[in-house]
């Protein structure tokens, strides 16, 4: 078991930056790999970004590729998601993420999720 609470949603005009933090507790964090989900209202929970149980390898969903970046610290149990450049279509509610296999898009299984943390860009 792992639990998995996230923090650092908020409003932000369009531009600017918001940096989310998930913070796990349970199970050695570093058996897990970690991702970030998203959900806007109406519409289907996605895929966002992911990170290898080492940190090594890390995935992006093409909308945000090259605005944000996934990171981790196995020594603090934490994952974080940098959010640069944000505009009024990743407005959601953002999901921390956990597998002991990797997740790699959509339709990765994941074994555990945070409770969601509410982004909400401005224009």
């Known amino acids: 078991q792992v639990q998995l609470v996230e923090s650092g949603g908020g409003l932000v005009q369009a531009g600017g930056s918001l940096r989310l933090s998930c913070a796990a507790s349970?199970?050695?964090?570093?058996?897990?790999?970690m991702g970030w989900f998203r959900q806007a209202p109406g519409k289907e929970r996605e895929f966002v970004a992911s990170?290898?149980?080492?940190?090594?390898?890390?995935y992006y969903a093409n909308s945000v590729k090259g605005r944000f970046t996934i990171s981790r610290d196995n020594a603090k149990n934490t994952v974080s998601l940098q959010m640069n450049s944000l505009k009024p279509e990743d407005t959601a509610v953002y999901y921390c993420?956990?597998?002991?296999?990797?997740?790699?898009?959509?339709?990765?299984?994941?074994?555990?999720w945070g409770q969601g943390t509410q982004v909400t860009v401005s224009s």
């Open positions: 990170i290898t149980r080492s940190g090594g390898t890390t």
């Open positions: 349970g199970r050695t964090f570093s058996i897990y790999a």
């Open positions: 993420a956990a597998n002991q296999r990797s997740i790699t898009g959509d339709s990765s299984p994941v074994g555990y």
